[in-house]
């Protein structure tokens, strides 16, 4: 139950980075899908040059795949520069430069799902005062993706990856998303449900659909151990999606896994190609 009746789309900031940016449209759509999200692709560019936004967004069109969710500017990822939304100083001033530039981008492709990272703590500033700047900056966040009529989320990391941020638990980012939309009355902060991440954290996983699938806003997904496929690791995927749909859940689940040693399209066995294509 839980894939047939899911809609499935490809990260290709973690699939398909074999091959260069532009290239990556092209084999999603060859795999079979229809739907791809994105990293903030440029990792020292909050506010790249107008060419090479047109360019991602010609390949996007060109490939006929459909933008579903962007992030929003937070540094290398994976890596060190996680502080987008919680370090004062350059990286709070590149995080805000980015949000309209990224808000319009993916608006102009039709995408209104926009993921902000939190970020990482750091030596020398109290976390108070790094909380208080990223709900700041969050708020900020949230109010030009309302402009677009979009959705603003809010990810939990897990903490043996990510000791540094303090965003490791689902009530954590819950709390979090409560919090922006009480500053913005809004009401358009939602959860990033990733599966993997939480699992890495020992959540009780059917406990968090259960309590948060109202509040979710996407899902993604990577088995564990090892971030691989599903089938790769432990965790029952048909289970819990079905249990999201059950649920209420009617939104896109993100494949946020990594390959393996072959090529990115070899590892997609373990979803029937018809069930690729958005529906």
């Known amino acids: 139950m839980g894939f047939t009746d899911t809609r499935f789309n490809v990260n290709l900031s973690i699939l398909f980075t074999e091959l260069a940016l532009l290239e990556r449209p092209a084999a999603a759509r060859a795999a079979g899908f229809t739907a791809v999200e994105l990293w903030w692709p440029w990792v020292d560019a909050p506010t790249p ?8 967004a010609g390949a996007l069109r060109d490939a006929g795949t459909q933008l579903t969710g962007l992030n929003f500017y937070a540094g290398r990822l994976p890596g060190p ?52 700047l990223a ?6 966040a949230a109010r030009e993706v309302a402009q677009v009529e979009g959705t603003l989320l809010i990810e939990a990391l897990n903490a043996p990856e990510s000791p540094q941020c303090p965003i490791v638990s689902a009530p954590k980012a819950i709390e979090v998303v409560d919090a922006v939309n009480a500053a913005t009355g809004v009401d358009n902060a939602r959860f990033l449900m990733d599966l993997y991440h939480l699992s890495m954290n020992g959540e009780d996983l059917a406990e968090v659909i259960d309590r948060y699938t109202d509040k979710t806003g996407h899902v993604q997904i990577a088995d564990n151990p090892g971030r691989g496929a599903p089938g790769t690791g432990h965790l029952d995927f048909d289970a819990l999606l079905g249990q999201l749909k059950n649920n209420g859940y009617d939104g896109w689940v993100g494949l946020e896994y990594k390959p393996g040693q072959g090529p990115s399209a070899e590892s997609f066995a373990w979803l029937p190609a018809p069930l690729r294509a958005a529906c």
């Open 81 to 132: 520069d996680r502080g987008a939304l919680s370090v004062p100083g350059e990286e709070s001033a590149r995080f805000r430069a980015n949000v309209p530039v990224a808000v319009e981008f993916a608006a102009s492709l039709g995408c209104t799902s926009f993921n902000a990272l939190y970020g990482n703590r750091v030596e020398g500033v109290s976390a108070a005062e790094q909380d208080a």
């Open 49 to 56: 040059d107008r060419c090479e936004l047109d360019a991602l």
């Open 135 to 140: 709900l700041t900056n969050l708020t900020f």
